[in-house]
């Protein structure tokens, strides 16, 4: 009996060791650097037609790919089913679609499905231009409160009191659609003379309502007021991406206009770029980001207009040549898959309207599933830049991101603790968001980031209403 229990102690104490090894392995491979490698490629990636996307396999997988597009093949060196440690692995376009590559460990455990679309080529003109934006928004957006001083001394807030509040955008009084600060106070001013409350038509990000107020009488203007400061437009200095010269849409930026005051996006009615010349740069240090001091030439002088605002830029179409004395010609883009961490150069005016060259590194990539802003964290390596500007400087979002001759991205911001590094966005969401390539249905909300941004605004005045 003795023996017999000492067996079964021996047995169970082996079963627990190996249970352990066994699980030990499988927390340090999930850990591992090269399951994180695989693990993390987003589940939809695309290709360009004549790239490949290049993957080191450093345990035992296959690579598959489902007959179901047969857009791209597998290229490996490996002579087994199980593709040997350490080979590299890269997807090849074999023709425009969609495919899907399936990653089995040890070719029977599903590991990651990844949905490859091959794309046809895209050739953008670099930008670097210094741009001035003009922007106007639909509707007035309410910046801020205004008490009013009412005919019995009295500070009354009409407005405020009925609903409305900072940031929301009024779209029409009375059903009659507003465009500008002098419009609604004139449409306000009228209703009260005649005693009459206004029906404001407002938008919020949960939609639009409907909100009565009655207008005072103010003491100080002797005109009738509902106690807000309103803004219709906006206007800064920022730098061009990229134009495809054919149809001629351009994007700009890299990341999304907001109000200076209430930090909410302006909703694009009528916009315009003209160009910009930069006459003085405020130098970036820890803490406080640069400028660009740019100024408009020739303001009348349209450039191109302004068609929407987005999360990743501005875009349009040009009505002017801008020609690139660095790249006369278009160049070829890097999808996601083709950034490299390393070198690459930024293109950016610092000195009046001349674009140049200033090299910068790619420190990480961050693969996205979705479109987001963050891709990429630069860092500018370039002695003259950091002597010239501190960095990256305000004005300086939508500068070009060049790799390997390939345009892969735009710079967007700039860290305030350490400008000389700063966000750049993948030039994939910018093809998508101008419409030059199809744009991926979105699974889940859409980040927005707008802080501290390289875009020099300054709004224009606010007027009361």
């Not at 037609?49 to 035992?60: I, K, M, Q, T």
């Not at 007021?225 to 991406?241: E, H, K, N, P, Y």
């Not at 910018?430 to 199809?438: A, T, Y």
């Not at 980040?447 to 875009?455: I, M, P, R, V, Y």
Request: net charge neutral; glycine share 10%.
């Amino acid at each position: 009996m003795e023996e017999n229990m000492t067996r079964f102690n021996r047995l169970l104490s082996s079963r627990l060791i190996w249970a352990v090894l066994i699980i030990s392995a499988i927390f340090a491979f999930c850990l591992s650097p090269q399951f994180r490698s695989i693990y993390g490629l987003p589940v939809h990636i695309r290709i360009i037609e004549g790239e490949s996307a290049l993957f080191d396999v450093n345990f035992p997988l296959t690579v598959n790919v489902r007959h179901d597009g047969g857009s791209i093949r597998v290229q490996t060196h490996a002579t087994l089913p199980i593709i040997a440690l350490s080979r590299p692995v890269s997807l090849e376009p074999v023709k425009l679609g969609q495919s899907t590559v399936e990653f089995k460990l040890f070719g029977i455990i599903p590991f990651r499905t990844v949905q490859v679309d091959v794309l046809p080529p895209v050739r953008l003109v670099p930008g670097g231009h210094s741009i001035g934006v003009m922007l106007r928004s639909q509707g007035v957006i309410v910046v801020g409160n205004s008490p009013v001083l009412n005919m019995q001394g009295q500070y009354v807030t009409p407005a405020k009191d009925a609903g409305i509040t900072v940031g929301d955008v009024i779209i029409s009084i009375n059903g009659i659609p507003v465009q500008s600060d002098t419009q609604v106070a004139e449409i306000i001013d009228d209703n009260g003379k005649n005693n009459r409350a206004i029906d404001v038509l407002i938008k919020r990000a949960e939609g639009q309502q409907h909100i009565n107020v009655s207008p005072a009488l103010c003491h100080d203007t002797k005109r009738y007021r509902i106690g807000l400061f309103v803004r219709d437009s906006a206007a800064g200095v920022g730098t061009l991406s990229f134009y495809e010269p054919d149809s001629k849409i351009y994007g700009a930026l890299g990341h999304i206009i907001t109000d200076s005051d209430t930090n909410q996006p302006i909703d694009c009615e009528q916009g315009k770029i003209v160009l910009a010349t930069v006459s003085g740069i405020q130098h970036g240090t820890r803490g406080h980001p640069g400028e660009k001091i740019g100024v408009f030439i020739e303001e009348d002088q349209l450039l191109g207009h302004i068609n929407k605002n987005t999360p990743f830029g501005i875009y349009g179409e040009l009505t002017a040549t801008l020609p690139n004395e660095k790249y006369p010609q278009a160049i070829p883009i890097a999808s996601m898959s083709q950034v490299q961490v390393g070198p690459a150069e930024m293109l950016t005016v610092v000195d009046g309207q001349t674009i140049e060259q200033f090299s910068i590194e790619i420190q990480k990539i961050n693969l996205q599933e979705i479109p987001e802003s963050k891709g990429l964290v630069i860092k500018v390596t370039d002695p003259k830049l950091i002597e010239k500007t501190g960095g990256i400087v305000q004005g300086m979002s939508g500068s070009p991101i060049i790799q390997n001759g390939k345009i892969v991205g735009a710079v967007t911001h700039v860290f305030v603790h350490d400008p000389t590094s700063g966000y750049g966005c993948f030039v994939d969401w910018m093809l998508m968001e101008s419409g030059i390539i199809p744009k991926k249905e979105r699974n889940s909300a859409r980040k927005l980031f707008t802080f501290s941004g390289s875009f020099s605004a300054s709004a224009a005045p606010s007027a009361a209403a």
